[in-house]
């Protein structure tokens, strides 16, 4: 398994930064006013702002976790965005009825996706990665 593990973290940091990447982009622009309108429509406060930093951290940091550059920080970053996105978004406990399968479901996915990035931000990026390069 042992030479398994630079792969795989690779791979992995490949798959996570295929979710945060996309979605950090698709608000910029056109998209910017529609996911601060979601953050107000949740009682949140300074919705810009926190669409600025979903930005930042969903595309800034998915890129970090890409190319593996400080990683665990970014990773950890991630993390506590993603918890805090289960948390406030995906409130299942809050919804009418209909609406508590697939909230407790996304909810669900947001968990797993922050313990896998705690994981990431535990171990770091691997040795194929910048920062795997800058220990050498």
Same mark, same amino acid.
């Given at each position: &398994?042992?030479?398994? @593990?630079?792969? +795989?973290?690779?791979?992995?940091? !490949?798959?996570?930064?295929? !979710? ?13 006013? /529609? ?7 949740? /009682? #949140? ?5 926190? *669409?600025?930093? *979903?930005? =930042?951290?969903? #595309?800034?940091?998915?890129? &970090?976790?890409?190319?593996? !550059?400080?990683?665990?920080?970014? %990773? +950890? ?8 996105? *289960? ?11 209909? @609406?508590? &399968?697939?909230?407790?479901? &996304?909810?669900?996915?947001? =968990?797993? =996706?922050?313990?896998?990035? #705690? =994981? !990431? %931000? *535990? ?14």
């Amino acid at each position: &398994m042992t030479a398994l @593990q630079n792969p +795989l973290a690779l791979i992995g940091r !490949l798959l996570i930064a295929y !979710l945060f990447i996309p979605a950090g982009w698709g608000k910029i622009g056109a998209g910017f006013a /529609g996911t601060a309108g979601y953050i107000a429509s949740k /009682g #949140l406060p300074l919705p810009e702002a926190g *669409a600025a930093l *979903a930005i =930042i951290v969903e #595309l800034g940091c998915g890129l &970090m976790v890409l190319v593996g !550059l400080k990683t665990r920080w970014a %990773a +950890l970053a991630l993390a506590l965005f993603t918890l805090a996105s *289960a948390i406030f978004f995906h409130n299942f406990w809050a919804v009418p009825e209909a @609406q508590q &399968m697939v909230q407790k479901l &996304m909810f669900n996915k947001n =968990i797993a =996706i922050t313990g896998g990035l #705690l =994981i !990431l %931000a *535990a171990f770091g990026a691997g040795a194929f990665s910048l920062d795997g390069r800058n220990k050498r």
